[in-house]
């Protein structure tokens, strides 16, 4: 063979490869974005199962881009939009509403799949559970209609708590709706509620002062992921004051926290990856009916409340989803 013909059979070869490589479709990329940090949200996992189960593993046929607002709900609408201009292929606005709603915010034909706290339509994000229509879709975990019957369990735990305490961030969208559930509750049950607005991780040494200033005999730290983000101080302070207090998912009380009583989230974030998946390979967010939990979880920390002097009926401990001990 003469060194020229060599050669171009060579070169042609070698761009065999690289041909098959140009005719490969673009990797798909998820915009992720959340109102807390990776260090603090402990879901990604369940995220990335619920992807696998619908055919995709980030790093090998989807990219995930992430956004973390570190608690700071002001920084979400410019993180949304970032996602936006990159041309992401589908928004996952985790972390409840305000993610939510500052991916709404910033556009209305990229695919979103989202988790709230309660009411999606109330909240404007979509035209109803069943068919939510627009390029919005995803979970709804009812966290802000349990604090009613958190404010049960605790009066069931300490029937003789005169005061409670209930934790509230004002610049949480729910926080209205929260407060006016929790009053109603009180009210039923004969006892009063004392607010305490928290919004940073500075204001919680003050709001305790308060709380044991006005004789609070138990706590409420109503649904919001900022206090999902400082519970270990939250944990550790109501220890320090020897003061009752239920939260709203399972990691307070795991981590030391006396009782909580909410939706299992990982059950929620495994949902959102599956909904991710499918509208990858190409439904219609508007078309995915918005998910509501059927399982709620009671979970009670036996060696707190002995810390506290605390008694926990054995009706309660029956009706626990996990004791521990």
């Given at each position: ?9 060579l070169?042609g ?9 140009a ?22 996992a ?7 189960d ?5 790093g ?9 607002a ?19 292929d ?8 305000p ?11 990229t ?9 999606p339509?109330?909240d ?12 919005m ?9 349990l604090?009613?019957k ?14 409670i305490?209930a ?10 709706s ?9 009210t039923?049950?004969?006892?009063q509620?004392?607010?305490?607005n928290v ?10 002062a308060?709380?044991i ?8 730290v109503?649904?919001?992921p ?17 003061v009752p ?6 990691e307070?009380t795991?981590a030391?926290?006396l ?17 991710s998946g ?17 399982r ?5 920390n ?10 926990v ?5 029956v009706?626990?989803d996990?004791?521990?001990?």
């Amino acid at each position: 063979m003469k060194r020229r013909e060599f050669i171009a059979l060579l070169g042609g070869a070698a761009a065999w490869p690289l041909a098959a490589r140009a005719q490969q479709p673009a990797r798909p990329v998820i915009g992720f974005l959340n109102t807390l940090s990776a260090e603090r949200w402990p879901y990604l996992a369940a995220f990335h199962q619920g992807l696998k189960d619908a055919g995709y593993v980030e790093g090998q046929n989807v990219s995930i881009e992430y956004r973390w607002a570190e608690g700071h709900y002001d920084r979400l609408p410019a993180l949304a939009v970032d996602l936006v201009r990159r041309h992401v292929d589908l928004i996952v606005a985790t972390g409840g509403d305000p993610s939510a709603l500052a991916a709404k915010a910033a556009t209305t034909t990229t695919p979103i799949v989202f988790n709230v706290a309660e009411d999606p339509v109330k909240d404007g994000l979509v035209a109803s559970l069943n068919h939510p229509g627009g390029n919005m879709t995803g979970v709804s975990i009812l966290t802000a209609s349990l604090e009613a019957k958190r404010v049960e369990l605790l009066h069931e735990l300490i029937p003789n708590a005169a005061v409670i305490a209930a934790l509230v961030n004002p610049t949480f969208s729910e926080a209205e709706s929260q407060l006016k559930v929790v009053q109603a509750a009180a009210t039923k049950l004969g006892r009063q509620i004392r607010v305490l607005n928290v919004s940073s991780e500075g204001e919680i040494d003050s709001a305790f002062a308060d709380l044991i200033q006005h004789h609070a005999d138990a706590l409420l730290v109503v649904s919001d992921p900022f206090f999902f983000a400082v519970h270990e101080k939250l944990i550790a302070l109501a220890a320090r004051h020897a003061v009752p207090m239920i939260a709203f998912i399972r990691e307070f009380t795991v981590a030391g926290g006396l009782m909580s009583y909410g939706t299992g989230l990982s059950d929620a974030y495994h949902q959102m990856g599956v909904y991710s998946g499918r509208i990858l390979k190409g439904d219609k967010p508007g078309d995915l009916p918005i998910v509501q939990p059927t399982r709620f979880e009671l979970v009670i920390n036996l060696k707190t409340a002995k810390a506290l002097g605390i008694s926990v009926p054995q009706t309660l401990q029956v009706a626990a989803d996990e004791v521990i001990e």
